[in-house]
């Protein structure tokens, strides 16, 4: 069975970043009705909180992306203590006592002779005795994963064949000399004893995926499919991850942005196929294929997401509105007619207050100055309320004739008059609905 899961850290909110991740492993697990895991990366203790835990659950629900169970790594640190006594066991951990600044020095003198920064292992040439000194003298070391030099290799979902010499990457450091598991241990176990099959992450991700891969077989266990797909940039190819945090999906939410444009855009984003508005997540599903999708970095402009969310609402019948129309007020017996005027003329849910507002209250007018006399004439020739259907053609019949007037010359003041404004719904669809016209006072 196809096994997924979507790993965030809770030390943060979630951004349209971690959602391409969360999405493509989602629409994975559910094309090939499989399992989706929903797993909070919480090894840190310090910087892991439940109320990000909360919010990311919160920003999931809202798109719909139903998980199938919850795990939490700060739950199974006993299955990564004896991970840790296997490499031990099998001589692929050792113990390291450096100091960051002395690993920062290292790192500057190979930098300087212009070789790669990769840890050089003097730890593994340390005896007991010496190991036992260091110990007393700066308490525990850190604990790395001694890599085997080869090359790793894998055929990537997306990137395709890939191959990283191990000798070019750092052991890895698994335990803190505090003790605490690193996700890039912790992750593995999880994957492996959770059945994982696919794994779907940032290319940010790539080498850890080589050194993770040489810790699964290290433990005997079986490598899933990796696929890491492009980071996103800013709308120029700019960097985003200084901008990710105003990225944040609650925010979006909050700007009024719907979950079916948000789902619809990133399902498609860097992918050969067009960017379509979707009308379910199951649609989403039916159309998603993660070998469309291209290493290139992929460009994310946030003001996409609104054109396509007004494309969403204009296609929402009124019963899917009720809610919102309940809200502003609007009485049940105009909600039907509002919506139809409405839709056509908001970007997100937000814009309703606008129009109901106006036929509620009126407007306050807008008069030019030439047509201050004009306009005084026409309010004059004004049907009486309630208007209907009818009324604008009537209305606007009565002050041609009364007036000579025609064309714009003739509809563009009264509908200023009227609405306060040069544009919005058609005059006649909205007339039945304004309760107050301001201009006749
Ligand atoms: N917690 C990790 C992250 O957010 C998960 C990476 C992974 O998918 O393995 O980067």
Redesign the pocket.
């Known amino acids: 069975m196809t096994v997924t899961r979507f790993?965030?850290?809770p030390t943060g909110y979630l951004h349209v970043g971690n959602l391409r991740?969360a999405l493509f492993n989602f629409l994975i697990a559910r094309k090939q009705g499989g399992e989706f895991i929903l797993r909070l990366?919480d090894t840190d203790p310090e910087r892991s909180t439940t109320e990000y835990a909360d919010a990311i659950k919160v920003d999931l629900e809202w798109l719909g992306l139903t998980w199938d169970r919850v795990e939490t790594q700060s739950s199974r640190l006993d299955r990564y203590a004896a991970a840790a006594d296997e490499l031990r066991a099998k001589g692929r951990f050792y113990e390291a006592f450096e100091t960051p600044t002395e690993l920062d020095l290292k790192r500057k003198k190979q930098l300087n002779m212009g070789n790669p920064p990769v840890y050089d292992r003097a730890a593994l040439a340390l005896s007991d005795a010496e190991k036992d000194a260091l110990r007393a003298e700066r308490g525990s070391g850190v604990w790395r994963f001694k890599l085997d030099h080869e090359r790793i290799v894998w055929t990537d979902g997306i990137l395709g064949d890939i191959s990283i010499d191990a000798a070019s990457v750092s052991d890895p450091v698994l335990i803190r000399a505090d003790g605490q598991v690193l996700?890039t241990i912790a992750?593995v176990v999880d994957d492996t004893e959770m059945g994982v099959t696919h794994?779907v992450?940032g290319s940010d991700?790539v080498t850890n995926t080589a050194t993770q891969i040489q810790i699964i077989e290290a433990l005997g266990g079986a490598v899933p499919n990796f696929a890491h797909h492009s980071l996103l940039t800013g709308p120029q190819g700019e960097a985003l991850s200084k901008r990710l945090g105003t990225l944040a999906l609650r925010d979006l939410r909050e700007r009024g942005v719907e979950p079916m444009a948000l789902l619809s855009h990133m399902a498609r984003l860097g992918s050969s196929d067009p960017v379509e508005l979707r009308g379910s997540v199951d649609e989403l599903i039916e159309g998603f294929d993660l070998s469309k999708f291209g290493a290139a970095p992929t460009k994310f402009d946030e003001q996409d997401l609104f054109p396509l969310t007004a494309h969403h609402l204009q296609q929402q019948p009124v019963s899917a509105m009720a809610a919102d129309l309940d809200a502003l007020g609007v009485p049940s017996d105009l909600q039907d007619s509002f919506w139809t005027v409405a839709k056509d003329n908001i970007t997100t849910r937000a814009g309703l207050e606008q129009w109901w507002a106006l036929c509620r209250d009126g407007a306050e007018p807008e008069i030019d100055a030439e047509d201050a006399d004009f306009v005084a004439e026409a309010m004059a020739l004004l049907p009486d309320m309630p208007f209907d259907a009818d009324s604008w053609s009537s209305w606007t019949s009565a002050v041609k004739e009364q007036t000579g007037r025609k064309g714009r010359g003739l509809f563009m003041p009264l509908r200023k008059a009227l609405t306060g404004m040069s544009h919005g719904p058609d005059m006649s669809q909205l007339m039945p609905l304004l309760q107050k016209v301001r201009a006749k006072a």
Do not use: E, K
């Open positions: 790993a965030p850290s991740t990366d996700y992750s794994v992450r991700h």
